[in-house]
């Protein structure tokens, strides 16, 4: 199983930001699709961006839409999510996440199997 461990959360005001990093254990990184997911204190995690393995496509979820991108550079088995225009909304523990299958591509939440322990975000208003 790949392991991965995200970084770069802390303390932000809103309106500020943030960029998460998720580096990966496993040169087969570069064969996954990835995807960033959030979890707020008392709410499901929720999907907010997913990744092909070559960055063809990607996708965001409308409530981070115009202020949110994913994207990776497989030489140094990375992914990464830019976070700006940050809002109190925004708080939670962001993991980063893939399909349980190398070279397949998906938007559902439940075909994404965690890598990291989370990275918490909090943005204060």
């Known amino acids: 199983q790949v392991h991965a461990v995200e970084s770069g959360g802390g303390l932000v005001q809103a309106g500020g930001s943030l960029r998460l990093s998720c580096v990966a254990s496993d040169r087969r990184f570069s064969s996954y699709a990835m995807g960033w997911f959030r979890q707020a204190p008392g709410k499901e995690r929720e999907l907010v961006a997913t990744?092909?393995?070559?960055?063809?496509?990607?996708y965001v979820a409308d409530s981070v839409k115009g202020r949110f991108t994913i994207f990776r550079q497989n030489a140094k088995n990375t992914l990464f999510l830019q976070m700006d225009s940050l809002k109190p909304d925004d708080t939670a523990v962001y993991y980063c996440?893939?399909?349980?299958?190398?070279?397949?591509?998906?938007?559902?939440?439940?075909?994404?199997?965690?890598w990291g322990q989370g990275t918490q975000v909090t943005v204060s208003s």
């Open positions: 996440a893939a399909p349980p299958s190398a070279y397949y591509y998906t938007t559902s939440p439940r075909e994404y199997e965690f």
């Open positions: 990744i092909n393995w070559s960055s063809a496509t990607t």
